[in-house]
């Protein structure tokens, strides 16, 4: 390796991770292929009657939308966050933090006006998750303490937090085996839109739309990626680097904590540990797939709950749930394989 | 009569439109210690960097151990004994004094180790066990190990870059002791690389200078020569150039007083009572080798460090203790010694970029405008000739002289009263440094006042009304137009106040 080395391309196309994209999910599927032969399964089979039951009719296209909801939500969290260059691994816990301050809003609440009160409880989310992602922000900023470290923290904080509650002051008498806090009113629920789609995925929309002007158009974004690409800039331009950086904090984590909040009230009506499935974490992936744009964490969140669903589903073939994992983490690691070919080049040294 | 042990004859070498080298000459005696002496950027590291086989020249002849040499690789010189100490220390911290001595192949007293250990310690006047860790020695003691590293690896040619930068004056006369008993008992052939020369007259028996890529004096006696000659073959004739004064202005435009400032883990002293005032349409330069307190002048003039003794007033208002947002508002441009990192964020485009100044006024609303900071970055590219692409691409895929021009325009388009210019030329092609000069010349026309901190005496005898020499953290000495001369200048650089 002595004699080459690696070279920045001038000019990369802007819709290069959308192809890496695309050669990292193909990967994916091969890989997936691969695995389905090893287990004697027809992989043409499996693939199709996972597209089927994923987006083969309105009823299970629409739950794969409702499925998308967490993981853009916080998808779009880690991408405002990571402006700044920071990681937040602490999605998962910032995602049962917000549905924590939901169920806390709503027993304590004294709004009766159901329409008023649902929009109380979206934005307790959301200060949930910016609660959650408090400290770690306060360290990171002001102490420089690796933030990748602290939210993650956080995440096992978080869980231990709502199993305490689920099993203690919360608990539902009647919840015997699987522990939960007790039911929220129907008054309360999210309405449904169209079949079952649920109204979190018009929030959902909304809140990619601010992300998009929020990271893309803002002022504020401007001085995120200044302070991101270097803090000394920043300090020259005369940008509150760590001002800016602890908000943008606090509100990737409130994104995250809606996401929290929409789960409470649109689809399991209770808290409880099966708040989430693992979103914070799979919203990891698809923020890194998409190059942290918000337009394609809209995108590929979409298609990851697809895939969530269609995993689910093809348990009753016998195939495991966990392909559709495997073919989500594989799409990354192809997607960042790709993304580096296009961003660089091997050459070889003069001279040598 | 002593052999050449190491030949290079018309040596060149360019770095795309850069000659590094021009035709230089240069050969070493068996035994002798030789010195190297030039200015930052006179070609002396290129030169070694082709002795240790690190870049291969574009012409010339490579003759050791009057064996010609038709490729030199890093492994073939290091397998001819020849050996480099860089200023950046490479022993491994963690290691003991032995494990550092033992750990290369090329290693000769494996066997009888503590017999050679002892030896050569006692030559350096190294006090110290061999089983302590390299991380608890001063380091004047790991420059001592860094050389007895080549020693134990069997080099007979050692290359030492600023031996002694970092040693205090004992350390340095153990130092000349050291190595005048390895010429004469070992035989070693050494060459000491250096732009001081505080001690390379004594250290050395022969000299040679080299100024701009070439070698303009060889193998010269190192006694017989005056420091004032070294000094003129370092920096050239001494030429006078005619600066404008009619254009100044009598207001005071920049004023720094009684300015200190301490280092506040060690406590030592990096600025000691700094004092100067610039008028409009001057120019101050402020001459120095680097590392003597520039970089903290410059960044609590330009209001980045807040915490210091003493006042800045810019166009008599104080803004001592205030950060950079007062200096935007009284009009003060700065351009950073270190472009990138400093003046633009790496890793961001080159629009985002391009802004980075006035951001706020390329908005509609609350966000940037796509067309307004289009606007405004053609326009940059268009008044300074800047040569970027894609807009969206990386500020780094811009050449040195480029980003330079788009960091100067954005700095100057607003028509600054004041400029701090720190290191506006270093490390760019003629052309670009032409472009530069111009620039600053227009505002100094213009009736800006500008510092200019540089090490480039060329570029502030050509630009600067009136210099300053700093030193240590101090004004050693100051010039006014008509007294400036370039060798009592870089005798106060060297720190002897003439």
């Not at chain 1, 270097?230 to 994104?255: C, D, R, V």
């Not at chain 2, 006042?449 to 009136?466: Q, T």
């Amino acid at each position: 390796m002595g004699n080459f080395f690696l070279s920045k391309k001038q000019n990369v196309s802007e819709l290069s991770t959308f192809y890496s994209f695309l050669i990292g999910f193909v990967i994916a599927l091969m890989i997936g292929t691969i695995i389905l032969i090893i287990q004697e399964k027809n992989p043409l089979e499996t693939f199709s009657l996972m597209f089927r039951l994923s987006l083969g009719s309105v009823n299970s296209f629409t739950s794969s939308l409702n499925k998308a909801v967490p993981l853009i939500l916080a998808g779009l969290g880690i991408s405002i966050i990571n402006s700044v260059k920071f990681w937040n691994i602490g999605a998962e816990g910032q995602i049962f933090f917000g549905a924590i301050a939901v169920n806390y809003i709503y027993i304590n609440t004294q709004v009766t006006n159901s329409t008023m009160l649902i929009f109380v409880l979206l934005i307790s989310g959301f200060v949930g998750g910016a609660i959650c992602i408090l400290i770690p922000a306060i360290t990171k900023v002001f102490f420089g303490v690796n933030e990748i470290i602290t939210t993650l923290l956080t995440n096992y904080i978080a869980i231990g937090i709502t199993i305490y509650l689920i099993n203690g002051p919360w608990k539902d008498p009647g919840s015997l085996n699987f522990p939960a806090a007790e039911y929220i009113g129907e008054e309360v629920y999210l309405p449904t839109i169209f079949g079952k789609l649920s109204f979190g995925f018009i929030v959902c929309i909304t809140f990619t739309v601010i992300a998009f002007y929020l990271k893309n158009k803002s002022i504020f974004g401007y001085e995120l990626r200044i302070a991101g690409g270097s803090e000394l800039t920043a300090i020259y331009a005369g940008i509150n680097a760590k001002q800016k950086a602890f908000i943008a904090m606090l509100i990737g984590g409130g994104f995250a904590g809606l996401a929290g909040g929409i789960e409470l009230l649109g689809q399991t009506h209770r808290l409880s540990t099966g708040i989430s499935q693992g979103f914070g974490y799979t919203a990891i992936i698809v923020a890194a797939i998409t190059g942290m744009r918000p337009i394609g964490i809209f995108l590929v969140g979409c298609l990851f709950g697809a895939l969530s669903i269609g995993g689910s589903v093809i348990q009753t073939v016998g195939v495991s749930t966990y392909i559709a994992d495997i073919i989500q983490a594989s799409t990354l690691m192809g997607a960042l394989i790709s993304q580096f070919f296009f961003n660089y080049e091997i050459k070889r040294k003069e001279n040598a | 009569m002593n052999e050449n042990i190491l030949e290079l004859r018309n040596i060149s070498k360019s770095f795309g439109e850069t000659k590094a080298l021009n035709n230089v000459d240069f050969y070493l005696r068996k035994g002798t210690i030789h010195g190297l002496l030039g200015e930052n950027g006179a070609g002396k590291t290129s030169l070694m960097n082709i002795i240790s086989g690190l870049y291969q020249p574009d012409r010339g002849t490579i003759n050791i151990h009057s064996r010609k040499i038709n490729k030199l690789t890093p492994e073939i010189a290091y397998s001819l004994g020849i050996g480099m100490v860089h200023q950046e220390f490479r022993l491994i911290d963690s290691f003991t004094i032995e494990d550092n001595l033992k750990l290369s192949k090329a290693n000769i007293f494996n066997k009888n180790f503590d017999d050679a250990y002892k030896k050569y310690s006692d030559i350096f006047s190294l006090n110290t066990d061999k089983k302590r860790i390299i991380a608890d020695l001063s380091v004047g003691e790991k420059q001592k190990i860094e050389i007895m590293k080549l020693i134990f690896n069997n080099s007979d040619i050692m290359l030492l870059d600023e031996p002694t930068a970092v040693l205090t004056p004992q350390e340095t006369e153990q130092l000349k002791i050291a190595l005048q008993k390895l010429a004469i008992e070992d035989e070693k052939t050494i060459v000491i690389i250096t732009h001081k020369l505080k001690e390379i007259k004594e250290f050395t028996e022969a000299l040679f200078v080299m100024k701009n890529g070439e070698m303009v004096s060889k193998f010269i006696d190192s006694k017989s020569t005056s420091t004032k000659e070294l000094v003129e073959m370092m920096m050239g004739e001494a030429t006078t150039y005619t600066v404008k004064k009619d254009n100044i202005r009598s207001e005071i435009k920049l004023k720094v007083e009684n300015v200190s400032l301490k280092d506040p883990m060690t406590n030592i002293k990096i600025l000691e009572d700094i004092n100067f005032e610039i008028q409009g349409g001057e120019i101050l330069g402020i001459a120095g080798v680097s590392g003597n307190g520039q970089v903290e002048l410059a960044n609590l003039i330009s209001g980045i460090n807040k915490i210091y003794e003493g006042k800045v007033l810019i166009k008599n208002e104080d803004v001592t203790g205030e950060g950079v947002k007062s200096r935007k508002k009284l009009n003060f441009a700065y351009i950073p010694e270190n472009r990138l990192g400093v003046g633009l964020a790496p890793g961001v485009s080159v629009i985002d970029n391009s802004v980075v100044r006035e951001y706020f006024k390329t908005k509609t609303a609350l966000h940037l405008s796509k067309s307004k900071t289009n606007k405004y970055l053609n326009n940059l590219v268009d008044k300074f000739s800047i040569k970027s692409g894609n807009p969206k691409a990386e500020i780094s895929t811009l050449s040195g002289g480029n980003m330079q021009k788009l960091l100067m325009g954005r700095e100057l388009t607003i028509n600054p009263e004041v400029i701090l210019a720190s290191q506006p030329t270093r490390g760019l092609d003629v052309n670009s440094v032409d472009k530069i000069h111009q620039l600053l010349v227009e505002q100094r026309n213009n009736g800006t006042a500008i510092l200019l901190i540089s090490e480039d005496l060329d570029e502030l005898f050509k630009l600067s009304n009136r210099l300053l020499v700093i030193f240590e953290g101090k004004i050693i000495q100051s010039f006014e137009t008509g007294e400036m001369d370039i060798s009592k200048v870089g005798l106060a650089m060297a720190g002897i106040n003439g």
